[in-house]
């Protein structure tokens, strides 16, 4: 049995199988009903648009049936042990997907569930997007990706930590500019250089957006207030000079692509203008969380 809480759970090799993976479900190269007979959980402590409904709909597409649970539904917002909710739904479920603000409840669930859990994201991790902006890059640039530069620029936040695990898989070259006092984890960049080593990839971090984006392929950014935090107008203050907006795209190529995990703040992180027109891009990075989470359900629940 396989879980798919953090980016480090997959090898590298398995990494590149998932894309090629994505890449197959979405040219429709792959229809076999992988889920057939088989119950996926999933347990939202908050609301969620494209996670909900790429999950729910990739489940479907392979056969399988969604339960869908607001956490506030069940016995464990009156008190139950996590253990025993762990314990109880993998007597009914074949694999659990949640998405929570409490990465150590994650964990925690995890360690007592006999079926695969997947993290839907939580407050220091998002695998499933960022396996996804990967294969979004990948449709664009191939095997080459290990070879552009890709900037992260805003907040040091969960998607921040997980692009330093991303790169230290598949071997990326990724460059990240954040305030000081807004770093990402300490332990997640560690980990991404850990992987670094083996792959072949870099990080560098700045607190200097101009240096990250200067001839950048592409320009990555993020909400600064996340689900689960209270809006700090000290920190937004901060943040204003890391706003991805045309004047710091004017250091990059040319050519250059800009994502977004969305939601976007427009006025913040990210210009109504640099989003519009970058939105067909935007939207496909949003589409294809569907193909990714195909080829991951696939991956954890067809293993022999």
Known sequence: MRNFIDLWDIT??????LLQSAESFKRGQESQKYLEGKHIGLIFTKPSTRTRVSFEVAISSLGGHPVFMMENSLQISRGEDIKDTARTLSRYLDCVVIRTDSHEKLKEFALHSSVPVVNALTDMSHPCQILSDIF???EVFGEEITSIKIAYVGDGNNV???????AGLFGLKLFVATPEGYEPSS???QAGEDLCRITGGSIYLTPNPVEAVKDAHVVYTDVWVSMNQERDEEKIKVLRSYQVNKELL???????KVMHCL???KGEEITEEVFEAFADFIFTQAENRLHTQKALLKFLLTQR
Do not use: H, I, Q
């Open 12 to 17: 590298p090799e398995e990494g590149w199988e």
């Open 136 to 138: 979004t890059l990948y």
């Open 160 to 166: 921040c930590n997980t692009w330093l695990v991303g």
């Open 187 to 189: 332990y997640y960049y």
């Open 250 to 256: 004017s250091y990059a190529r040319p050519d250059v």
């Open 263 to 265: 939601p976007a703040r």
